[in-house]
């Protein structure tokens, strides 16, 4: 099924079933439709750089990523909006795996040789890339509204090894609730204050942190005291306006 299709699909569904209870209510279509996963493809050739090895597709935006990091972009812009974060000194030969298949493919039929056409690319709602610092894993998912990146920070690793580089970003300030709020050329992004926390006995208990900006626009996180022998998990936001 093309994407696009299917999303109409999606639209004419959740428009019927308010035209029969006759209650028009925008603010609960767009809560329904910012449940639905975030979509990734594997990068077939349809991103012309070939350090992205999979695209996230979002409500209006876009997302490029590979093991050192993402580009983030509205579906429809030129390059002054995009916005890189690098993670500074991981490893770009860090692998990565699909996870959580979604229904349909994605096609791209541009042009008239059909010789070039990307057909039935399979969709995903998560990528984990394994080691991209020491002992550190990132996986990627979200949904329509906003993107989510959890570091897993496994026994004997060092999380201070975390740092991003916002690239692209016009300003970044750190809010007085604990979110970096990031200026770009195509509006503002929100990276809000993560969840810090360890898995223990089948309990999860949350770990003090926040952000530290950093000369350069390069965010780190400052953490609390944690059981060092268990992993750590970092899970911060990233809501795309």
Not at 207 to 231: C, M, N, Q, W
């Amino acid at each position: 099924m093309h994407i696009r299709r299917m999303t109409a699909l999606i639209g004419l569904t959740c428009g019927s079933c308010l035209f029969a209870a006759s209650v028009p209510d925008n603010n609960t279509v767009s809560k329904f439709l910012a449940r639905i996963p975030l979509s990734f493809e594997r990068n077939a050739g349809q991103v012309a750089d070939k350090s992205t090895a999979w695209v996230g597709r979002g409500n209006g935006y876009r997302l490029a990523l590979s093991a050192t990091g993402a580009t983030i972009a509205p579906s429809a812009s030129d390059r002054s909006d995009m916005v890189r974060m690098q993670f500074l000194n991981a490893h770009p030969e860090a692998g990565s795996q699909p996870l959580e298949p979604l229904p349909g493919t994605t096609n791209y039929l541009i042009g008239a040789d059909p010789g070039r056409w990307i057909q039935n690319l399979a969709t995903y709602g998560r990528i984990e890339y394994r080691n991209v610092y020491d002992g550190i894993d990132v996986a990627w998912y979200g949904n329509q509204g906003q993107v989510e990146y959890d570091f897993a920070v496994h026994p004997g690793a060092d999380a201070g090894a975390i740092r991003m580089s916002i690239v692209g970003a016009r300003k970044l300030v750190l809010s007085a609730d604990g979110d970096v709020d990031i200026q770009t050329a195509a509006g503002a992004m929100k990276r809000r204050l993560p969840q810090i926390y360890q898995e223990i006995d089948g309990a999860r208990r949350s770990v003090r942190g926040g952000y530290v900006l950093e000369s350069g626009s390069v965010v780190a996180f400052k953490l609390g005291g944690y059981d060092k022998t268990r992993t750590l998990v970092i899970d911060p936001t990233l809501v795309y306006g």
